[in-house]
């Protein structure tokens, strides 16, 4: 039996290659994937590539590794998280220290996982987002 054809998506038609397209690409990526385990990493990942030649921003190169590192592993996203840093234009963003966590937790070392996850708690300004990174930490920690 062959495969079912993908379904319709208005992102079909889009010819156009500037930053809204790319962006428009990444959030069907995520809004059309069934669960989290299967969102499409690579082609999210492309679309950052792509994106972050149009538009290079720090965030734009953070969320790049977070991509990079689903689509091909943590040591990958580490590698584009260390040159997203490099400028210093995350500095002081606890996001990018989660993202490392986030990395870390995933190459197996969670203990230093726990640590950045509380470290970038102690930064945010957000009770929720506080709550959310401790509430990791500790389950790492366990």
Do not use: K
Not at 48 to 77: E, K, Q, T, W
Not at 100 to 114: C, H, I, K, N, S
């Amino acid at each position: 039996m062959p495969p079912s054809p993908r379904p319709w998506s208005p992102l079909d038609r889009v010819r156009h290659d500037g930053p809204y397209a790319w962006q428009a690409r990444i959030a069907a990526c995520h809004a059309t994937a069934a669960s989290a385990d299967d969102t499409d990493w690579s082609t999210i990942a492309g679309a950052y590539d792509a994106l972050a030649d149009l538009r290079p921003s720090p965030v734009i190169a953070l969320n790049r590794a977070v991509a990079h590192g689903y689509a091909y592993g943590p040591a990958a996203g580490l590698v584009l998280l260390d040159s997203a840093r490099a400028g210093g234009g995350l500095d002081g963003y606890p996001l990018a220290v989660a993202v490392q966590a986030d990395l870390v937790a995933r190459q197996g070392d969670r203990r230093r996982a726990a640590g950045l996850f509380r470290e970038a708690a102690a930064a945010v300004g957000s009770t929720a987002e506080r709550r959310a990174l401790l509430d990791r930490a500790d389950e790492l920690a366990r």
